[in-house]
């Protein structure tokens, strides 16, 4: 069995995934650069080997239930374990709010949440057999009900992201709901789980318009996949934040 991490993450063939599964290499890590297509999974770790960096291409579409099963049988046939999970597929629409449908929303939920609970359940049991696992849930700072009720604010007027936001919210709940769970269950308590989000950073859900960099927005992921201390939080690269 291998000594070094192994650690998943999901939709890291691009930009803040991509940047996360590259640092996690870096400090050491085994990592699965997870994509749900492996055209692209595998031409990202090309990407990265050109760059000196080690990683190991896996599909797995969070929103399919086959895809989630396969991706799990194969990394306990390879390394036996899960040590590190990392949330961080996510999809965003833009629809103004008044013309949002709940069949309109059905999307974001599905890979932002129902996806979270899909991968997060299947891979529980690989996860049982770290000796200290973590998970790490990606949010968003447009989840922060402390930001979205400030009147005028941009977080109050970003009408156009109404069920991403409300995804994300969800993200953050989940994450608090797992980890009072596994604190109350001996058998899971080893596993510590947190939310980060990576600020207004710059990737193709909001057009590159972020003022952060993607190795920027990764540094909380990072963070919480090796070395924070807790569960049950919600962070970013600065410390914790208000729900």
């Given amino acids: 069995m291998p000594t ?3 650690t998943l993450v999901t939709g890291a063939n ?12 870096e400090r050491g890590h085994t990592v699965l650069l997870g994509s749900r297509d492996a055209e692209r999974g595998a031409r990202a770790a090309t990407q990265l080997a050109e760059a000196g960096v080690t990683v190991q291409p896996l599909r797995i579409d969070v ?12 990394i306990d046939r390879e390394y036996g374990r899960l040590d590190v999970l990392v949330n961080n597929a996510g999809v965003l629409i833009r629809n103004p709010a008044p013309e949002v449908t709940a069949e309109a929303m059905r999307p974001e939920f599905e890979t932002n949440v129902f996806g979270l609970v899909r991968v997060t359940h299947t891979l529980l049991p690989l996860l ?13 700072d447009s989840a922060m009900f402390s930001k979205t009720g400030e009147p005028g604010t941009m977080f109050a007027r970003s009408h156009e992201s109404f069920a991403y936001s409300a995804t994300k919210a969800a993200v953050n709940m989940l994450t608090v ?21 990576p600020g207004y950073t710059a990737t193709d859900l909001n057009g590159f318009s972020g003022v952060r960099t993607v190795d920027e927005g990764a540094g909380a992921s990072v963070y919480w996949a090796t070395e924070g201390a807790g569960t049950g939080g919600f962070y970013d690269d ?3 934040l208000p729900w």
């Fill in 238 to 240: 600065e410390g914790r």
């Fill in 63 to 74: 929103t399919d239930n086959d895809s989630v099963r396969e991706a799990a049988e194969s």
């Fill in 14 to 25: 691009k930009g803040l995934g991509l940047a996360t599964a590259r640092q996690l290499a």
């Fill in 128 to 140: 049982r057999k770290s000796r200290a696992a973590r998970i790490v849930n990606v949010a968003s």
């Fill in 177 to 197: 709901k797992y980890a009072n769970a596994f604190l109350d269950d001996p058998e899971l308590a080893h596993i510590q789980v947190n939310s980060v989000t």
């Fill in 4 to 6: 070094e991490k192994i």
